[in-house]
Structures are given as C-alpha cells and as structure tokens.
C-alpha cells in the first residue's frame, strides 16, 4: 500500500491546469485588476456593437443580416481582448491557449473559407448595390444565360426568381466575378418588333411608318416620354423590312410586346396594308430552314 501511495502521478500531456497558467501565485490586486479589464472589455463590447449597427443602418446598402454578423464580431473581438488583459494582469502563462487559439483559427479558416468568400463577396455587392431587390439580372449559368428577378441578399447567396416561376441561389463570389447584367437599373428596357410589309404601288412608306409608330404610342405600357420609333432592316423590290423599337417597364416586356404585336397588326389590317407582324427574333439557326 506505501508503494502504491509514493507511486507518481503520470502527467497526461495536452491538458493546461490552473497551475500551467498561473505558476507564480495570485494576489488581490491582479485578481481585482483582472476582473476590472473583463468587465470594461465587456462594456466597450456593448457600446461598439450598437455604435457598429447605427452606423450600418446610416450606410446605404448594408442588409440587416451583415450589420448583425458585424456588430457581434465586434463585441466578440473586444470582449476576448478585454479577457487577454485580465489574463495578463493575472500573470497567466498565455502560451497553451495561444497555441490552442492558432489551431482552432487554422481550422475554422480551412472550413469556412469557402463562407467567407461568399460573405465578402456579399459585403461588396450590397455596398457597390450592383444588385437591388427587385431588380431583373441576367448571368452566367451552368447550363446557359439565367434571366431572373432578385427577391433576397444574403451573406452568402443572391436568390433570383426567373419568369417560368424557379428559384435559383447564386453564390455571391459567383455573381461578383461572373458577367452580370442588369435589366433594371436603366428604369427601362427597349424591344423590338419585325414588320415585313408588301410593297403597293399606291403605297407610301412614310405612311406604314405613320401607322406604326401611332399604333405602338397607344399601346399600355409603352413609355410616351422614349417614343417608338422604326428603322429601316432592309428594302428589296417585294417588301419593306421594318423594325419598330419601344420602351417599356423592365419586368413588362413580354406583355407590352405581345400588345405591341397585336396593335401594330390591327392598325395595319385597318389601313389596308398587307403585312406580317413579330417579335424580334433570336439569332438565326446554324441550318436554315426549306421554307419560311
């Protein structure tokens, strides 16, 4: 039993006692000045995070969602930097939770990396504002152009709704280095509109313009303050190849297209002219059809 009393105790390596961090003692006055240093770094860690949300709601730009991740990084920051004065008031042997800290900051890096980009990327896109809530976008996608309207900003993804009702989640690093374009930004959108008109020999072209042209301005959602106007695609000895342009709402274009369509058709009907009416068309296909 004596043998077994007088055995030592076998020291298990990794583990910091009290006695690691403060091998010299402690006295009143530290303990005092300790408590002191985590108290203020706890109050200066209050004031920041408010000073931190004020200063983000007066910032154009800033999401709710960022403001809050940043003020409790600040309270956070100066929170642990008034408990490391408390620990060096105390006289603490701050190596083993230094090197403890390094390893668990290497860690959250490597699995947060990807996170973080996205939140920076995030940061930027809503202090730049390159996108806005309901704003219409069009980027690069895997499969091809995504044409979309913005309903979310967040710290990581910007949620897009396209026109036949998918929601699509696009990394923000994504869309800060992809191609993006903005639809909506301008206030307003143009469209086309093909006209192919049968040449008369009582027929005056000023007057299909005029047909045109009044036909587009009374269609709903036709901007008045752009008016349409036609330019000339091509003219050959059977037909004149018109293209009438209009302004519209950036989210009305397929409706007031489809107006603009139907108008322009019924004037010409009305006027006794002999034409074809379409939208613009994408571009032609690598093998051309046998007929038109």
Same mark, same amino acid.
């Given at each position: 039993?004596?043998?077994?009393?007088? #055995?030592?105790?076998?020291? @298990?390596?990794?583990?910091?006692?009290? =006695?690691?961090? &403060?091998?010299? %003692?402690?006295? $009143?006055?530290?303990?005092?000045?300790?408590?002191?240093?985590?108290?203020?770094?706890?109050?200066?860690?209050?004031?920041? @995070?408010? /000073?931190?949300?004020?200063?983000?709601?007066?910032?154009?730009?800033?999401?709710?969602?960022?403001?809050?991740?940043?003020?409790?990084?600040?309270?956070? $920051?100066?929170?642990?930097?008034?408990?490391?004065?408390? +620990?060096? &008031?105390? /006289? #603490?042997?701050?190596?083993?939770?230094?090197?403890?800290?390094?390893? !668990?900051?290497?860690?959250?890096? +490597?699995?947060?990396?990807?996170?973080?980009?996205?939140?920076?990327?995030?940061?930027?896109?809503?202090?730049?504002?390159?996108?806005?809530? %309901?704003?219409?976008?069009?980027?690069? /996608?895997?499969?091809? $152009?995504?044409?979309?309207?913005?309903?979310?900003?967040?710290?990581?993804?910007?949620?897009?709704?396209?026109?036949?009702?998918?929601?699509?989640?696009?990394?923000?690093?994504?869309?800060?280095?992809?191609?993006?374009?903005?639809?909506?930004?301008? =206030? !307003? @959108?143009?469209?086309?509109?093909?006209?192919?008109?049968?040449?008369?020999?009582?027929?005056?072209?000023?007057?299909?313009?005029?047909?045109?042209?009044?036909?587009?301005? *009374?269609?709903?959602?036709?901007?008045?303050? *752009?008016?349409?106007?036609?330019? &000339?695609?091509?003219?050959?000895?059977?037909?004149?190849?018109?293209?009438?342009?209009?302004?519209?709402?950036? +989210?009305?274009?397929? #409706?007031?297209?489809? %107006? #603009?369509?139907?108008?322009?058709? *019924?004037? +010409?009907? !009305? $006027?006794?002219?002999?034409?074809?009416?379409?939208?613009?068309? %994408?571009?032609?296909?690598?093998?051309?059809?046998?007929?038109?």
């Amino acid at each position: 039993m004596s043998h077994e009393a007088d #055995a030592p105790e076998t020291e @298990r390596p990794g583990i910091v006692t009290l =006695g690691d961090l &403060f091998p010299d %003692g402690l006295s $009143a006055w530290q303990i005092v000045l300790a408590v002191l240093s985590v108290l203020v770094g706890w109050l200066l860690s209050r004031f920041a @995070r408010r /000073g931190v949300l004020k200063l983000a709601a007066r910032t154009p730009g800033i999401s709710d969602s960022v403001a809050q991740l940043a003020a409790r990084f600040t309270q956070y $920051a100066l929170l642990l930097v008034g408990v490391g004065v408390g +620990l060096a &008031f105390l /006289g #603490a042997n701050v190596q083993p939770l230094l090197a403890m800290t390094a390893i !668990a900051v290497v860690v959250l890096i +490597l699995v947060l990396r990807g996170v973080a980009d996205n939140f920076a990327a995030g940061v930027l896109i809503q202090s730049r504002q390159s996108v806005k809530i %309901g704003e219409e976008i069009l980027i690069d /996608g895997p499969d091809g $152009a995504i044409h979309g309207v913005v309903q979310e900003l967040n710290g990581r993804t910007v949620i897009l709704t396209t026109v036949d009702g998918r929601t699509v989640h696009v990394p923000n690093a994504a869309l800060l280095t992809g191609v993006l374009v903005n639809d909506s930004r301008h =206030g !307003a @959108r143009r469209s086309t509109v093909d006209i192919r008109v049968a040449r008369a020999a009582a027929l005056e072209l000023d007057v299909v313009v005029d047909v045109i042209t009044q036909a587009a301005s *009374e269609v709903e959602g036709v901007h008045s303050r *752009e008016h349409p106007d036609v330019i &000339f695609a091509s003219v050959s000895p059977a037909r004149w190849m018109l293209t009438l342009r209009i302004w519209h709402h950036p +989210l009305h274009g397929t #409706a007031v297209v489809s %107006g #603009a369509v139907r108008g322009v058709a *019924e004037a +010409l009907e !009305a $006027a006794g002219i002999e034409a074809v009416v379409t939208p613009q068309q %994408g571009p032609p296909p690598l093998i051309s059809p046998e007929a038109i």
